[in-house]
């Protein structure tokens, strides 16, 4: 294609990644850097249905005397990523310092809320990415191997999971997993143990997230490796038959390079998508037991609070989780290209 | 013969009454005309859902109304807007401070003095001498209970907490209930929320004099902390994913006894349908109880009311204020089914009985939820770390700890302390 040809055809894109992409991603850094300026107070009298009181309020004038002169607000730099919202350096330095063990260290250390945030964010990631393409390849090959008439029926209920939104998949489990709910009564009665509550036990229910996750996406992942099983070479497998291969060496050995390409690409998308799990934590109310960024994010932008520094600093720092964790597979993809030229 | 005339009678009849009720409904609604379009936003239980009905029924101009329990996190910055998407938002003495401390509210004296007419004095929520909004109902958590079970073991409806504690112990033992207390103690607002109850019961204060420096970490805070893990343990497992609904739903089915429960939602809590006659006819409730031998219930006292939004043009902010006093007008003091859906501030109230745990809270002395512009912070951070220790992760002492230390991040970043 002419250069010429290809800016007029990448414009539109280019504007719109500009617009949806680069500016909000200016915008966050910017308000990850500032917070709102010190409030002034001043101590009136207010009178509800209960009577009278002398209690202080936001003094007005002189908070947007403050606003108009620097509407930024006061410039933190990098505060907000160190402070115990976030990074907690200086916590982390004294758990280190004061430790008695590494387990004392650990205990400390997941006592702040982004590191344990990020420890259930990253145990869900990667364990929930691999199974799920294991699942979606198992579900593919299964699929494939149907009779004709018996696929469509397959592959629509296969996809079920993938149709469901979200936050109603994980409602309607979390309504079964309670423990007057069928799946936990049956486990109460499969354990035994009439007080038996998955959502009152961090482990299970860390367990439960994780199954939903991989019940959740696997489907995806399906699709994928079913489009992909399509473009098979017949002959390649063919010889490889001839050559006395068996199932598992065809597997082994023809299929799954033929899908390496894909398996890249779903673990990209999904690697993603899983560090900023969130709707499985709303829909399972398991903030008790665990939290990942995109919930402190959600959390910090509660009404009542509305921490805008905080919320954009945990964003700030989920964007570069989300470059370290994709630079091996994108590194990969880079040479892959550059020996193809 | 006989049994054609009285059908047609009792239908003649039927027609009448129903004629005649609706005038009445009608009757004080009539007048309520409006020339710009309003828009109401809210929490979601059965009081408010009256009141924005009231607001509807006005004509010459479009009312809408979102109503969620997610209210607190849409109402900011749909007042933010320049015009502001709501014109008015229904609050409580919490909610009312994050648009105070923004500034999006319109002081509502001129709309007082001409369309006020009907308002009492205490309906006026005055800061430093402006009006700020208007309240329409009074509201606090009080014990509901059932009287049928705790006839069976002999009690007499708890006063206090510790009471509360004897008595379940004495409905476990006799096995008629596994865990016969449960509340709102879904982590998060409603866990720090009984928090605050049970602080304030023991005489905690949650900031040190005149500052915005926290003063949680204290002996009162322990007691309390203590107090809420004694009786979690004669709750549902799953208690830290119960709010009020579920809660609610838990009394409904028959497996609780005892709770402490909004008064807004105790009143409502048997008239759904499905609910066993037993619990129906068990259902009772009486004041907050005091806990540790305190005078004060721990409990919190609190109002709800609407104001008007600061964006919108002087012609939207008087439609707002003339539907939202129709929303509240004293002719809805007639229909009984709306007097029991709270406590109302509005003339013409009688108290029903479903009243009489509110009512209680107030004559005990209860206190206000502090209406001060870092007590959201708290309370968010209270929420974020009691989670730990109630499920026995970590000490009473170093989870008031962490909310300390939360508490004090966040404000730093609000600018609330140095």
Redesign the interface.
């Known amino acids: 294609m002419k250069h010429r040809s290809f800016f007029w055809f990448f414009l539109p894109t280019a504007l719109a990644m500009l617009l949806f992409i680069a500016f909000p991603i200016v915008s966050v850094v910017t308000q990850s850097l500032f ?5 002034v ?1 001043t ?8 009577g009278c009181t002398k ?4 003094d ?1 004038e002189a ?2 005397a403050l606003k108009k002169s620097n509407p930024l607000g ?1 410039f ?1 730099g990098l505060d ?1 990523y160190f ?3 976030h990074l907690a350096t200086k ?1 982390v330095a004294e758990a280190w310092q004061t430790r008695k063990s590494m387990g004392d260290f650990f205990s400390t250390l997941n ?1 702040l ?1 982004f590191y344990r945030a990020m420890g259930f964010t990253l145990t869900y990631t990667f364990l929930v990415t691999p199974l799920l393409i294991i699942l979606g390849l198992m579900i593919a090959l299964s699929v494939n191997s149907l009779h004709r008439h018996l696929k469509g029926l397959a592959i629509f209920f296969s996809l079920l999971p993938l149709i469901v939104t979200p936050l109603v998949g994980s409602l309607i489990l979390f309504w079964m997993v ?2 007057r709910g069928i799946l936990g009564t049956f486990l109460q009665w499969l354990a035994g143990d ?4 998955l ?2 036990s ?1 482990t299970l229910t860390w367990i439960m997230l994780i199954v939903y996750g991989v019940w959740h996406a696997a489907p995806f992942a399906f699709v994928v490796f079913y489009a992909g099983l399509q473009t098979l070479p017949k002959d390649q497998l063919e010889s490889a038959q001839i050559d006395g291969a068996n199932r598992w060496q065809r597997l082994r050995y023809v299929i799954v390079p033929h899908l390496m390409p894909l398996v890249t690409f779903v673990a990209l998308i999904q690697l993603m998508d899983n560090f900023r799990v969130f709707e499985p934590i709303v829909g399972f ?5 665990a939290t990942s960024l995109s919930w402190i994010i959600f ?1 910090d ?7 805008l ?2 919320a954009s600093t945990t964003s700030v720092i989920t964007i570069i989780g989300v470059a370290i964790l994709l630079s091996p597979v994108l590194v990969q993809t880079w040479k892959n290209f550059k020996d193809k030229k | 013969m006989k049994l054609k005339y009285s059908i047609v009678a009792s239908v003649l009849y039927a027609f009448t009454t129903l004629f005649i009720t609706q005038s009445i409904a009608h009757a004080g609604h009539h007048k309520c005309k409006i020339n710009a379009s309003v828009s109401i936003v809210g929490n979601e239980f059965p009081a408010i859902q009256s009141v924005a009905a009231g607001a509807k029924k006005c004509t010459g101009a479009e009312v809408k109304s979102n109503l969620t329990a ?7 910055p749909g007042m933010q807007a320049n015009p502001a998407s709501y014109s008015s938002a229904i609050i409580a ?3 009312i ?2 648009l ?2 923004e ?1 999006l509210i319109r002081p509502l004296d001129d709309l007082v003095a001409k369309h006020g007419g009907k308002l009492k004095k ?8 402006k009006i700020m909004a208007i ?1 329409f109902m ?1 509201n606090a958590q009080h014990l509901v209970y059932r009287a049928d079970i705790l006839k069976k073991v002999g009690a007499k409806p708890p006063k206090t907490y510790e009471e509360m504690l004897s008595i379940a112990k004495k409905i476990r033992a006799k096995g008629i209930m ?1 865990n016969p207390i449960s509340g709102a103690y ?3 607002w409603n866990l720090a929320q009984e928090f605050n109850n049970m602080f304030l019961g023991y005489g905690g204060k949650h900031f040190k004099a ?1 500052s ?1 420096e926290p003063n949680v970490n204290s002996k009162a805070g322990v007691k309390a902390l203590k107090m809420m893990k004694k009786l979690s343990a004669y709750m ?6 119960h709010d009020s609904n579920a809660a609610n739903a838990e009394y409904r089915a028959g497996n609780v006894a005892l709770m402490n429960m909004w008064g807004s939602r105790a009143a409502t809590l048997i008239t759904v349908e499905g609910v066993a006659k037993e619990v129906v006819d068990g259902f009772a409730i009486d004041g907050p109880m005091t806990v540790g031998g305190g005078s004060i219930p721990a409990s919190t ?1 609190w ?1 709800d009311g609407w104001t008007v939004a600061k964006n919108v043009s002087n012609a939207q902010a008087e439609a707002t204020f003339v539907a939202m006093m129709n929303g509240i007008s004293p002719s809805m003091m007639k229909d009984e089914e709306i007097r029991t859906q709270a406590v109302w ?1 509005i003339d013409g109230y009688k108290p029903t009985p479903a009243a009489k745990g509110v009512f209680a809270a ?1 004559q005990a002395g209860t206190i ?1 939820y ?4 870092y007590m ?2 708290l ?2 951070a209270l929420g ?1 770390e009691l ?2 220790y ?2 026995g992760k ?1 000490s009473a002492e ?1 989870a008031l700890k ?1 909310i300390e ?2 508490y ?3 404000a ?5 302390i ?1």
Request: with cysteine.
């Open positions: 917070t709102p300026h010190e409030a107070f101590t009136v009298e207010k009178c509800d249905p209960f209690e202080s309020v936001v007005q908070s947007q006061r933190a907000i402070d115990r919202g916590e006592n809320p309670d423990s009439p007080d038996l509550s959502k009152a961090t109310n398991s903030e008790a037991h959390n932008l509660n009404g009542e609070t509305l921490q520094s905080a | 997610d209210h607190q996190k849409i109402n900011l003495n919490s909610s401070v994050p105070m401390n500034n205490n309906q006026l929520i005055t800061i430093d001498g309240a009074a596994q879904k982590s998060g005149n915005a549902n497992p799953d208690f830290l994913t006292l109002w501030l107030a206000p502090p209406m001060i512009p959201g912070l309370h968010t974020k989670s730990d109630m499920q970590e170093q962490d230390a939360t004090i991040a966040a730093k970043e609000k600018g609330y140095k």
